[in-house]
């Protein structure tokens, strides 16, 4: 009896559970960061009660927790792969503004802040005075404006931080990308999520306080004015259900203004914006991690390893073809057991486990050659269907018509409305000019005359069309030169070129990059691990295709005109450079461990000048005049990405 097939368990399988552990994780330190701010609004009347989690302090810390509860579920459906891909950020604002998603983020960062807002105003002592009833003759109730600022100012906060949240793509799961190790830096490991979390912590704190300090001053001195009269009519409709208030809805004559409400409100936005951020960091830090458990990649728990990632490989999901590929690239690099089992896996029902691995990675970097080629080209039409036979007619129910002359005159109408027909048929069809021919001569000629009487010479030579196109192009760069609205229209080189690379709407670098690291560093090698030889049988293919994909790369990016709304007018894109840097990179490892073997390999003197010249990176410009300001490397989102440590909220609009 044949022995049992070994199930490959899919590669999501071992996935899944970790960013679920991952997300439990940044649950958790939600939760004691939740319970700090509890702390901080205890009353701290005695020693022991105003820290002590059961009681007050616990009650309180689970409400914080509620309110940052929603934010966490939103970043788990709302979270993808990849860059926005755009030529322009009013394209991307077209695309996203009114979406589903937009919508949604917005509606859940104003109910977060709602929560937030309704559990600081019952953690405030009665004393303060932000009760929404207060008593005054007795027990005549009335509405508190004071505690309707609070939730109105907090309200706006989020609503704010929602939108912030779309412009810079909170939701983008940021993956690491694997370097060649070089001489001298073996020992180096990265750096941790902690490590990381305490040196962004600083920046973290000051971003939460500027932006509660904006809001609050904004919402203080100009839009509480506008929205006060609204806002007090939606809370006395609500509060009537419980309270005996009284029937007019008009505010008082006097708004609650004073610094010590100012500095509360700007307070309590503080806590409430450094749960945001400090959320937004761990779920960054957290998802960025390595597709490790243990310091073994995550298909290792498989009874069938190579089985379960080349499952992943070939997964039609970015974010499980991604991680995949980096668990890929980092076997290639700090796993010589899993890499010798590459090469000793032969056996596969549909091919040895280097050749899957092979026409994986190359199909990966064969879609950016793919895209370049059909860069500016219409859309392939869909192909024609197939020809049938023609049916047969069914069986006629009728009789077959008359064989009459169609084209017979009928017979003149009779009577007053045929006359009247026939009348104004002889002058519609009748031979002569139309209104349009009388008139319109005529209208043009008056024009000209009243032109002449009022136009002097020089507002003429204005309106000349060539005048006119001069006249719309200087307000178009005006209005493109200024900082604040003229970045949403222009076109930047950097945007084009990424969009053309990697597709739209969303382009995931890391994939390429790890995939030309891979691949390279597999055949590589071989050399001393692969014992049958398979891998030295595409070698060629490997080292032409690099060959082709950095060349054409390189055209693309020299020959791509600049847009004329581009006013940087610079040919730079550290996306695409990344991933010129890996092609080259890998192609120059191949190149310096098979070119002993070239003649062995069928590989002409060309083939390996070409691929020397393709390898070959240009000299880095000298550096630039200290007096010349450092353009930050996260202006194109690469660094972010590359490092997974970035603060997003540096990086462009996408």
Known sequence: MPPAAVRRAPY???LQPALQRRFASTTGFLLALAYVEAVTLSRWNHLFWPWFPI???GIRTLAIFGSILPIIILRIAH??????????????IRRTAFSLATLETVITFAVSAWLFSQTYLFSIPADSNLGWITYYSGDRARLNERALFYTVNLIILGIVQGVIHISLDYDRMLLGRVKPRREGDANDRPPTGWEKFTEAAPAVVVRAGMLSMVVALVNYVVLYHFL????????LSFFRIFYNLPKSNIPPSQAPWSLLMLGRSIWAGFLLCLLWYVADMAFRLQLGKEPLKNNQPLSAESKDPNGSLLNGLKSKKTRVSAFAMWELALIARDFDARRQAIFEDIDRKDGPMWSQLYVTCLSVLKAVEERVDNYGKPPTPPPAPAETAPQQPPPRLVQPPKDDNVWAPTAPPKGLRGAVGKVVNNVITSPGKTPAEVYLPEAKKRALEATDRILTQEQKDMLRPENVNTMVHTLAFKVLSTPTIGPVFQQLFGRRLTTAVFGQPYGEPSIYVNAAYAVSKLAVSSLAEDRYGNVQRDVPALIRTFTTIIKKLERFRDTLPIHWTDLRKTRECAEVEELLDALK?????????????????RLTRADMRLAREAAEKPQR????????PRVPA??????????????PEMRQLR
């Open 12 to 14: 999501r399988d071992f």
């Open 55 to 57: 009681g007050l302090p």
């Open 79 to 92: 979270s993808h792969m990849g860059l926005r891909t755009s030529n322009s950020p009013i394209d991307t």
């Open 228 to 235: 006060r009269r609204w806002a007090w009519s939606w809370a």
């Open 585 to 601: 990179d890998g192609l120059g490892e191949l190149v310096t461990a098979f070119s002993p073997y070239s003649t062995d390999l």
């Open 621 to 628: 410009a000298a550096e630039a005049p200290a007096e010349q």
């Open 634 to 647: 996260v202006e194109n989102g690469a660094a972010a990405a590359a490092d997974g440590n970035a603060e």
